[in-house]
């Protein structure tokens, strides 16, 4: 049986890693009030220990970060937001976006944080989907902002690194707060994925979804308050938020907190880090540098990898220069972290390990029937790190949550009989790029509107750098020629950059199967080469 979630590293490693994790759980067990707050940040009140190192050698302590994050609660409340009231965030990735994080957990707040390259027109969606009470954007994009917020009857306020009227009101605000009593079951957070359909779903997280996650993950990749984590991931997804910001958070840990991905800043300061986690873009350009080597890597202890496949290639060719086999992961947005190499034991290239303890995890057929070991199905996992639902979307809830609390992922995987999980594709239309997740949906539906276009079909080919990338196949319509330097522009203003496709190819029609549904594979066959 597959579905009890075992994890099998060598057994009396297995029972210290779970002894480990139940500790924490235990040390945390005292009653709370509001038990994210009380696990993540309450602790950490009054530490002048490193939290945050900034690009520019400047040190934000614990202390300090949990005195603004209060501010920050203030000024939220200053702004009429109340209890259970979403906050969408659209902010450059910088310590009062994470202050805000906590301040939302103090104050009861469901945070909403949103990938800084989305088009005001993609916001106006997400705003007005989640009936976000505020909207907290970049001051340099006020004024688009500020007419997203209007048309969703939300408040609007700025922040950024230098400042913005949400750190105005926190500069004037007292440096503690009464924390808001809230239950494990209460959600902390809505992050939008989006679907088959074109449209994004608000995946509803509770707090417990979050401190189950981050206290296992803590002890089995053994973060202790001695590490300092290189941390150049996004602050708006699942990864660089609830994996590895919450993790530092249960250790007290600190974070190299760097904008975003820039290798030359990632060598600068490995040697003084002890962890890193990235996308696996972040492994090929580091392998890319002749200065990443062996001695600069001496002092980390552990390179996690996720968000998107890892080739088996990069996992050898970093062994090679470093001598560190990256430990790699699997998880989403909907559910955190499913499965995890072992931290002792055989971190094995092209896998993702192994189901994490409080994790059940299944390979089924389409009806929901689990596969014998070996044979190739859909995932499906149910644990305390599983999500409450999609938001006001019941029908789609109840198409991916099953009753019995298993959740449908949609990737295709295989167990073997040791228990480590390969995942060998998607069952679900979706491209990733870079660790972004781009639905060809979305895109088609943009192209199929353009003049000229009879029907498209967006298709991932590979690349070198990203993994994949989108490339957009048109038909015209009769006797029609399509502008596509036209249907780029109109793309470019509906739709992020990164989801923009890198080629197009104009043909007379697409590939078909007798049901008539387009043969995605055979246009990937043809232009992924
Ligand atoms: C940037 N660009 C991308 C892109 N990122 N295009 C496609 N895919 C991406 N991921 C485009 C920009 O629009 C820009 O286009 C050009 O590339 C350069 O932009 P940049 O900002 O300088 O890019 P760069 O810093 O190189 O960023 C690449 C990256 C970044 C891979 C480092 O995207 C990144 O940090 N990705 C991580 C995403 C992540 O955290 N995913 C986790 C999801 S949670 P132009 O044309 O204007 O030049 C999840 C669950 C789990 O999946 O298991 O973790
Ligand atoms: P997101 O919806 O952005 O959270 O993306 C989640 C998806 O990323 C998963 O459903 C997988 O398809 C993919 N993913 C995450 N981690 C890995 C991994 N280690 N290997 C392969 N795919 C992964």
């Not at 009030?33 to 400047?58: C, E, I, R, S, V």
């Not at 999609?390 to 109840?398: L, V």
């Not at 990737?411 to 790029?433: C, E, F």
Request: hydrophobic share 40%; charged share 20%; glycine share 12%.
């Amino acid at each position: 049986m597959g579905g009890q979630g075992h994890f099998f590293f060598g057994s009396g490693d297995f029972h210290r890693q779970i002894a480990g994790i139940r500790c924490l759980k235990r040390l945390k067990g005292h009653a709370m009030n509001n038990p994210l707050y009380d696990t993540m940040f309450a602790p950490h009140a009054g530490k002048q220990t490193p939290f945050l190192h900034l690009p520019d050698g400047a040190i934000i302590t614990h202390d300090g970060f949990i005195r603004r994050a209060a501010q920050l609660a203030h000024a939220l409340t200053g702004y009429g937001v109340k209890v259970g009231d979403r906050i969408a965030v659209q902010v450059e990735k910088c310590p009062d976006m994470l202050a805000l994080y906590a301040a939302c957990a103090q104050a009861g707040v469901i945070f909403l944080p949103l990938n800084t390259a989305y088009t005001g027109a993609e916001l106006s969606y997400f705003v007005e989907d989640s009936g976000a009470k505020l909207l907290v954007g970049d001051p340099a994009r006020a004024a688009g902002l500020q007419d997203v917020a209007d048309a969703a009857g939300a408040v609007f306020a700025t922040l950024d690194a230098r400042g913005g009227s949400l750190s105005d009101a926190a500069d004037k605000s007292p440096e503690s707060f009464g924390t808001v009593a809230r239950s494990g079951d209460d959600l902390a957070a809505f992050l939008y994925t989006s679907g088959t359909t074109g449209r994004s779903k608000g995946a509803m997280l509770s707090q417990n979804n979050l401190i189950s996650n981050a206290q296992t993950l803590t002890g089995l990749w053994r973060f202790t308050a001695d590490d300092v984590l290189l941390h150049a991931l996004p602050i708006f997804h699942t990864h660089g938020l609830f994996v590895a910001t919450n993790v530092m958070l249960v250790t007290g840990g600190a974070m190299v907190f760097l904008p975003k991905l820039d290798v030359d800043q990632l060598i600068d300061w490995m040697p003084k880090a002890t962890a890193m986690m990235g996308v696996p873009t972040f492994y090929t350009r580091l392998l890319d540098d002749a200065r990443f080597d062996r001695a600069l890597t001496q002092g980390m202890r552990l390179f996690i990898s996720g968000s998107a496949p890892l080739l088996a290639d990069t996992h050898v060719a970093f062994e090679a220069r470093t001598g560190h086999r990256i430990l790699e992961r699997y998880g989403m947005t909907e559910t955190n972290m499913n499965t995890s190499n072992p931290y002792e034991g055989d971190r094995r290239a092209g896998t993702v390990g192994l189901p994490l303890p409080d994790v059940a995890l299944k390979v089924c057929d389409a009806d929901g029937v689990e596969l014998p070991r070996g044979e190739t199905g859909v995932v499906e996992v149910r644990g305390p790190n599983v999500f409450q639902g999609y938001w006001n979307m019941p029908e789609k809830t109840a198409e991916e949550l099953r009753a019995d609390g298993f959740f449908i992922t949609g990737d295709l995987g295989v167990q073997d009989a040791d228990g480590y999980v390969t995942i060998v594709g998607r069952g679900k239309d979706l491209i990733i790029s870079g660790g972004y997740n781009i639905y060809p949906k979305e895109l088609e539906l943009v192209l199929d509107e353009q003049s000229g276009v009879l029907e498209s079909a967006v298709i991932g080919v590979p690349h070198d750098d990203l993994g994949e990338v989108p490339l957009a196949v048109l038909v015209p319509l009769a006797g029609a020629q399509i502008d596509v330097e036209g249907v780029k522009a109109a793309v470019g203003n509906n739709l992020a950059r990164f989801k923009q496709p890198r080629r197009y190819e104009v043909r007379d029609s697409l590939p078909r199967n007798t049901m008539g549904k387009v043969q995605k594979a055979a246009l990937r066959a043809e232009y992924g080469a």
